[in-house]
């Protein structure tokens, strides 16, 4: 996915359980996205487990209520017998939602384990909808090979695999390749999850029936004790990070630990992802075979860097991965603080150098001056930083008001763009006018209006996605407005990524350029990859950022630039 803050919430709230058989932990990071829309489920019996996790798209709805409802069943009903009760379940559950008629969907990958008949063994029923994954790891960091994806125990449902391919065609649907990516009617990039409801109005009667269905597949297999489970959402495979470093990486902390700590296993798995790339949400659980004590609290918040503090998408999404965990904004940002605070003095302690570490904490605790002073403990510490957040001038106003004569405008979802919207970066397609039109009239927050159709077919910039499956899209002038739009009706634009050249190359050509002067900047982002943001052709220059740990958006000579 593009990037839809300026920069990740890299907040995770890591969970714990243990029981009889087993010890699970679970870390989930909202990261670049808007909002975070994965769900899981952790439900541990004294002779089996089951484990899943459900990643939504268009809002987390869908993922929230399958989760829900997942437990629910276990909870009354326990495990199900056979692949056929797992089917049968998945398909009730998604005609439940499908009634609701809310506009989102959810993949979901999970586990049913059981210890095996033959002692020291545990038999796994894994299934699979979409494109999460289960893995098998051994102790040693290698990988179990399995008969899926990157050799993982699940199959990726893509609209380009060949069996999809058959299924979609067969039931009334199509393949179309939007920006490079295979996608369901030229929407969906995976062709088989829960809910998206339009993608199930042609095939049929079965469910399986449907261009996009709700069918999972099964693999079936035992493992020794010493094994450990792993359940991602596909934004961990998402950027440069492959099952076998997944493992791996996921192994050596479980043998750091001085007690098989999973969750610390999976935050710092979540932590690489964001690292290798991914600017998806992000989910990882690692379940351990046996029973016994576990390290680390049920449930802690491990607060990323607050970076963001004047932009509203930044703080809504920070605020709400704090909930999770119980914390108010201003309780997780004096947390970030003395985290910090004590990350920096330790760094100094081990080294004068200023290293980049040690920059980038500087920077984000600059804007809190001296703090808070030493005599405030308790709630009045915590007011000063419920102040201090007050103070920030935030970037984009909440709501969706904000154009004169602004009831109707209001009504139907449209605003004028106001001039301190902070730029992001994730841009988007609208689907054509009939398209649109049909999900608009089907969405009860919405409200079709004819100066809806100046947007159809356009390319606009992600401002906040909310959970009703609905985005805030703005368009550039002419058009200059601001537009809430069903999210199933719009198909991601792939980011243009560059790579810089030399300083030597790149001082010739920032100095030859009139509106540029070089700087210490410049010469940081040499011979990097980034992402650009936007082309001002009058002059020849490109706006381009670079993630961390460069952490920088300089503007540069277009000319200078190479695709990556």
């Known amino acids: 996915m593009g990037n839809g803050l300026p920069s990740a919430v890299s907040s995770i709230v890591v969970k714990r359980d243990s029981g009889t058989l087993f010890r699970v932990g679970f870390a989930e990071m909202n990261g670049w996205r808007g909002s975070m829309e994965d769900a899981n489920v952790i439900h541990l019996q004294d002779t089996w487990g089951f484990f899943g996790v459900f990643d939504g798209h268009g809002g987390g709805r869908c993922s929230e209520f399958i989760a829900s409802r997942v437990y629910e069943e276990l909870e009354a009903n326990g495990a199900p017998v056979d692949d056929a009760a797992v089917k049968a379940l998945c398909f009730r559950l998604d005609r439940e939602f499908l009634a609701l008629g809310v506009p989102s969907g959810s993949t979901g990958t999970f586990a049913i384990v059981r ?17 999460s994954r289960v893995l098998l790891g051994r102790a040693d960091g290698t990988i179990v090979e399995g008969p899926g994806t990157d050799a993982g125990l699940t199959t990726d449902h893509k609209p380009d695999h060949p069996d999809e391919i058959e299924r979609i065609d067969r039931c009334g649907g199509h393949v179309e390749l939007k920006m490079g990516v295979p996608r369901v009617n030229g929407d ?27 069918e999972p597949e099964f693999t079936t297999m035992e493992c020794d004790s010493t094994d450990f489970l792993m359940l991602v959402c596909d934004g961990i495979s998402e950027g440069a990070f492959p099952n076998r470093e997944v493992v791996k990486l996921a192994a050596e902390y479980l043998q750091a630990s001085e007690n098989l700590d999973p969750g610390e296993a999976c935050a710092a798995v979540c932590r690489q992802a964001l690292a290798s790339g991914s600017k998806d949400n992000l989910s990882c659980m690692i379940v351990l075979l046996g029973g016994g004590p576990i390290r680390g609290a049920e449930k802690e918040l491990l607060p990323g860097p607050f970076d963001a503090p004047k932009n509203q998408g930044f703080r809504t999404a920070y ?13 997780a940002v004096q947390l970030r603080y003395d985290t910090a605070q004590k990350e920096l003095s330790d760094l100094r302690a081990l080294s004068s150098e200023e290293t980049r570490e040690k920059k980038a904490l500087v920077s984000e605790l600059d804007p809190f001056k001296e703090g808070p002073p030493a005599s405030l403990v308790g709630e009045e510490r915590t007011k000063w930083f419920a102040v201090w957040l007050e103070e920030q001038m935030v970037d984009a106003p909440e709501g969706r008001g904000g154009m004169p004569s602004e009831d109707i405008m209001r009504m139907l979802g449209l605003q004028q763009t106001p001039p301190s919207v902070s730029e992001n970066t994730r841009k988007v397609q609208v689907a054509p006018r009939d398209e649109l039109f049909k999900a608009i009239e089907e969405h009860a927050a919405l409200k079709w209006d004819e100066r809806h159709t100046d947007v159809c077919d356009k390319i606009g910039i992600v401002l906040k996605e909310d959970v009703d499956g609905t985005s805030q899209v703005k368009f550039a002038p002419p058009l200059g407005i601001t537009a809430w739009l069903p999210t199933s009706v719009l198909t991601e634009v792939p980011p243009q990524m560059v790579r810089t050249p030399t300083v030597s190359e790149l001082r010739a050509a920032v100095e030859a350029a009139p509106a540029l002067g070089w700087s210490d900047k410049h010469e940081r982002v040499c011979e990097q990859v980034g992402q650009v943001l936007k082309e001002d052709e009058s002059d020849g220059t490109s706006q381009v950022q670079f993630d961390q740990p460069i952490g920088l958006t300089v503007w540069l000579p277009t000319s200078s630039l190479t695709p990556s």
Not at 120 to 128: A, D, E, I, K, T
Not at 199 to 207: E, F, S, V
Not at 319 to 331: D, I, N, R, T
């Open 188 to 214: 969906l990039a995976v062709s088989r999850a829960f809910g998206d409801a339009p993608h199930k109005q042609t095939g049929g009667p079965a469910q399986e029936d449907h261009p996009v269905s709700a």
């Open 115 to 131: 210890p095996s008949d033959e002692p020291g063994r545990f038999s796994l029923r894994v299934g699979n909808v979409g494109d």
């Open 319 to 331: 605020a709400e991965m704090s909930k999770h965990v119980g914390y108010s904004l201003e309780e």
